[in-house]
């Protein structure tokens, strides 16, 4: 139901989740924010899709972007909070605030604890986490929410992905 829309993914990586959501609608528009690494991942998995026309790469740091406010529909951050302290998301969340159209959305993809299935999964994903960043850390999708709620969203929904490795959720928000 959801047509016409400005999505913009921060950190997109290879933007299969910003993509896949522009792929059915010819009138969505996507902007990929990520460093030069991820935007060539990015531009694969884009020129594979044939979306190409509707797709703006933009080269620069997704935890301070200067896009203006109010520019977009929908944020959405795929598989980058784990990558970062509390504190950084709070940043991101204020910006994706920010950079939403009122009554827009935020969308989160990331990995989340709760599934029965991938526990042993997560929990290998956890000590990789922790071995190779600094600040990386699991956080728990009620803690995501607060701080959600914290810099103005409301309408928080949380669901498991019930696909293998089963550690991965999905967080929707709307700006207030």
């Not at 910003?18 to 990929?32: F, M, Y």
């Not at 460093?35 to 997704?62: M, P, Q």
């Not at 956080?139 to 409301?154: L, R, T």
């Not at 949380?158 to 696909?163: K, N």
């Amino acid at each position: 139901s959801r047509k016409s829309l400005r999505v913009l993914e921060l950190g997109s990586g290879s933007a299969v989740f910003g993509v896949t959501l522009i792929h059915r609608d010819p009138e969505s528009r996507l902007v990929l924010l990520d460093n030069a690494a991820g935007l060539n991942l990015a531009k694969t998995t884009v020129d594979s899709v044939g979306v190409e026309n509707r797709v703006e790469l933009v080269e620069g740091d997704y935890l301070e972007p200067d896009m203006g406010d109010d520019q977009f529909d929908m944020v959405l951050m795929s598989g980058i909070l784990h990558r970062h302290s509390m504190e950084t998301c709070q940043s991101l969340f204020k910006t994706a605030h920010q950079l939403l159209k009122r009554g827009s959305e935020m969308v989160v993809v990331d990995l989340f604890p709760g599934q029965e299935k991938g526990e042993l999964n997560y929990r290998v994903a956890e000590l990789e986490i922790r071995l190779r960043t600094s600040a990386g850390q699991l956080h728990d999708p009620a803690q995501v929410q607060h701080e959600m709620i914290m810099q103005g969203f409301d309408q928080i929904q949380y669901a498991h992905l019930p696909a293998a490795p089963y550690y991965w959720g999905l967080i929707l928000a709307t700006r207030d």
